[in-house]
């Protein structure tokens, strides 16, 4: 055999695999909702943008200085 050609003997036919998960997910993210009834992602989102803004609010200047300076960095999202 000559450097750079294909290689020759057991196992060097592979045949790829290929496996979809695209059903399995469908299941299991109806199987969570289901359990989950009484779940609002818009209650729950606007409870994050609360969150996020009393966390951050009341900073002094050089908290908020370096809140900014995360944010521009990407380490913080700036939130809304």
Do not use: K
Request: glycine letters at 8%; aromatic letters at 6%.
């Amino acid at each position: 055999m000559t450097p750079g050609s294909p290689q020759q003997g057991p196992g060097t036919h592979l045949m790829p695999f290929i496996f979809d998960l695209t059903a399995h997910e469908i299941r299991r993210m109806t199987a969570v909702l289901d359990a989950m009834p009484d779940w609002d992602p818009a209650a729950v989102l606007a409870a994050e943008v609360e969150a996020h803004s009393m966390l951050y609010s009341g900073l002094n200047t050089e908290q908020r200085s370096v809140y900014d300076l995360l944010c521009e960095e990407g380490v913080l999202d700036a939130g809304p």
